[in-house]
């Protein structure tokens, strides 16, 4: 594991992870005696298929410092870049203690490390996109379609051989997680959505819908029929408008 890369999620558009852990984990990366890639956001980099995810997912062995495994694992495979977990270590910041994770990287004896920082392009260029979108988890999926048919903004479409995939990532309304509280199995995830349940990936069985799945009357109010007509009439919305 000595010459395994490290990939590193800085999450600099959200706050699900606090600074001052993000800071410290960093921080210990310096002397772990491995190459490190440290990105702004992994959620960013899988909306713009950035070829950083494959090169790890490529790698003989590899580890992953981000949010919960399972919704990162699907931002990867989303992104076109499947990853082995025999060979991908994947680390929870948001659920590990700093001391836990800066150990389970240490194989260098206080090595300093190879570091390199991915800068934030989008924001940079001042075409700033808060990358704010769902993942679906395709050993959930049932392909019910109810995402698909609810969401207003277009994110969803179907694939050749019929499933529902997410197309188009940057038509999401920041910090809208609707679609996943009417998944009848929670296969949505929100990785940056900033609470503890399988909407952000963390582990629960279909025994923990009861706590995150919302249905339509409770998200509308008891005249849903009417108030999901109404939406379907709205002229499209700001995509960076907040929810």
């Known amino acids: 594991m000595k010459n395994a890369p490290i990939l590193f999620c800085a999450c600099s558009h959200a706050d699900a992870i606090p600074a001052e852990k993000r800071c410290a984990v960093a921080a210990g990366l310096e002397s772990c005696g491995r190459p490190v890639v440290i990105v702004p956001d992994v959620c960013g980099c899988a909306a713009r298929r950035d070829p950083v995810l494959r090169e790890i997912a490529d790698a003989g062995c590899a580890t992953v410092i981000a949010c919960h495994p399972r919704a990162v694992q699907a931002l990867f495979a989303w992104a076109g870049a499947p990853v082995d977990p ?70 969803y479409e179907t694939e050749a051989d019929g499933r529902v995939a997410v197309r188009h990532p940057d038509h999401c309304k920041n910090n809208c997680p609707s679609c996943a509280r009417l998944c009848p199995h929670i296969a949505i995830m929100f990785p940056k959505i900033d609470e503890e349940s399988p909407v952000s990936g963390a582990s629960g069985d279909a025994g923990a819908a009861g706590k995150v799945r919302l249905t339509r009357e409770q998200l509308f109010g008891a005249n849903a029929l009417d108030k999901l007509r109404a939406r379907q009439q709205r002229p499209r919305l700001l995509k960076n408008e907040h929810y």
Request: charged share 25%.
């Open 86 to 155: 025999a060979r991908v270590q994947f680390l929870d910041m948001r659920a590990e203690s700093v001391e836990r994770l800066l150990a389970a990287i240490a194989s260098g004896g206080g090595a300093p490390a190879a570091i390199k920082r991915e800068p934030d392009t989008a924001a940079d260029a001042g075409d700033f996109w808060r990358p704010w979108f769902p993942v679906i988890d395709y050993a959930r999926c049932v392909n019910c379609r109810q995402c698909l048919e609810f969401c207003l903004f277009g994110v």
